[in-house]
């Protein structure tokens, strides 16, 4: 193979990922700049967690599912950066608060903030955040957009109160889940996709597809999360996996063995289930019984279902600049967890 | 005294706060309802915390100055309920979060939610009413408003990230504890006042009043609440006195302390600052130094230099309706430490 032929083969086989951050890159830059201007405080702890988070990386999906959707239509002016802007401090609040919540050590693969600097700097700097980001949003200047962020502020809260008070709560339904999973993940994905829209100009039908877009990629998103904290289909122990078991968190996965594992093995998952202690033993033993009861391949079914319906959504827009991307960005939200 | 004079006399002598309580009682009333709808959920922690906090009452002092200044004016339709219910969300909010942050047991008098449903529920309804706050907002439509409010929620968590940060920094100068002061607690009364002065119709010179009356009102109460926290004037040893000495909190008695108390006893102050197992006796020996260097009485005066100004902001407004119980407001405010 020639030079030339494994270039032009590497920009075909380039990882769609890849493609949806060249696509965005010159207006993710834009948001960059913005998310770094609007962290500067004298109090040094604010800029410090901040960019801790911010420049951690993690893929940044949500603020490019933003730009993504407002480059399909035509975005005058600089609007949807600062929607895009305003969704990744939201996003990072929620990651600040959930630390906090979960009483995680680690996040996007170091030390969680709350290690390094307590609980209490990162439920102020998640404030913090919060408050920036309905500033950029006023400033922004909609007030259509403003109700979409703060609705979604609010149900995003709610979901995780919902997740908290059915913890190790056996009977938890998988429709309880399904709520938790639309609230606590999708509402954000949905208002990503919705405001980015807006922000291109997008008329009504256009708008309220991107909207069911986001929706249904963040069900399909948070489904292959929680197969992934058990391994995914090939059960790989990675470091975080089990950290919803010793959580106690009903995910799909758990209520799947619950329901369908053999009575000693679902006896085994409800023993163990939001055991703190529990040790790499119990969770390869758990991962087995997962396995083993279709729980993980159930629960990547479920995703691929809501992938598959976020596609379907862009379908009448699929000619749209960027559209094929989104498109298969719903594969690989799923196909991740293989 | 016939029962007539004795009327007479008892409506002359009400207490300032009941006067402001009775003048704005039916929009209070409003405002309650409103509260009451907006913590709907059925997810049972979010009611079972927000009503706890709610009906526990404190004495709703932010949204009754925002009923007040707007009623200085002429509220044409039910913004000023709007913002109020907001004002007294944000500050609900507030109240979550600092138990977490402060780790403290009590909150109004009662225990404090995170002690009966633990931190992360506390954290999680906070962000639920703050989303519901902006929501409330949104809907009343003011863009210009909804800045005022999402600027103060950035400024309150700033000031007490700075707050955390110089706990036990002997190095910390009174102008940074005034910093703390006007973020925390003035950025909120400021909001309360100007969005009042705002939703009534007020002009540009009398919502600037406002603005300055709600400010300056804040800087005096919290001067005021960090004296009551050793005692106020009386040096009375309450149930909560101390909390801000085993917190480790530069506040002006303690700054005022370090600065002028005999070697030995500012030694003392220094020794106990932050030890969070500081007993009864050394509480009381504290507020002993505190009263005798004079560091209460100072911190009483300069909450009383803060009241005036408030006061003097009100004159040019002083025969709106409604003026003069704001203008005595703020001598209760001082007058509640004697």
């Known amino acids: 193979m020639s030079t030339l032929e494994a270039t032009a083969s590497k920009i075909t086989d380039q990882p769609i990922i890849d493609q949806l951050i060249e696509h965005t890159c010159a207006e993710m830059e834009e948001v960059n700049k913005l998310l770094l201007s609007r962290v500067g405080s004298h109090v040094e702890m604010v800029p410090q967690i901040s960019n801790y988070l911010i420049s951690a990386g993690g893929k940044r999906l949500r603020p490019m599912l933003t730009v993504a959707a407002a480059l399909m239509f035509a975005p005058k002016d600089q609007q949807h950066i600062s929607y895009a802007a305003a969704i990744e401090f939201m996003h990072t609040a929620t990651l600040l608060h959930d630390d906090v919540v979960d009483e995680s050590d680690k996040r996007r693969g170091q030390q969680a903030p709350r290690k390094i600097w307590g609980n209490a700097a990162s439920v102020l700097v ?5 408050g920036q980001a309905f500033m950029m949003m006023v400033e922004a200047g909609n007030l259509e957009a403003l109700g979409i962020l703060s609705r979604s502020a609010a149900i995003i809260a709610e979901g995780e109160v919902f997740q908290l008070s059915i913890a190790k709560d056996f009977n938890t339904k998988i429709d309880d889940y399904f709520e938790v999973v639309k609230a606590k993940t999708a509402a954000l994905f949905e208002a990503a996709t919705e405001v980015g829209a807006m922000a291109g100009g997008a008329n009504s039908a256009e708008r309220a597809a991107l909207k069911t877009y986001g929706a249904q990629l963040g069900i399909a998103f948070q489904l292959v999360d929680d197969a992934l904290d058990y391994g995914g289909m090939s059960g790989t122990i990675g470091k975080n996996v089990g950290d919803d078991l010793r959580e106690g968190k009903m995910t799909l996965p758990i209520l799947h063995a619950l329901q369908n594992a053999a009575d000693a093995d679902a006896q085994f998952v409800r023993d163990n289930l939001g055991d703190q202690g529990a040790n790499q033993a119990t969770v390869e033993k ?20 809501h992938a598959n319906l976020a596609k379907a959504a862009l379908e009448p827009l699929a000619t749209r600049n960027g559209a094929q991307i989104l498109i298969e960005i719903a594969d690989y939200c799923v196909e991740r967890a293989a």
Chains 1, 2 share one sequence.
Do not use: H, Q, W
């Open 126 to 130: 998640g404030d913090f955040l919060l």
């Open 286 to 305: 758990v991962v087995g019984i997962l396995l083993s009861c279709g729980a993980l391949k159930t629960t990547l079914n479920r995703a691929r279902e």
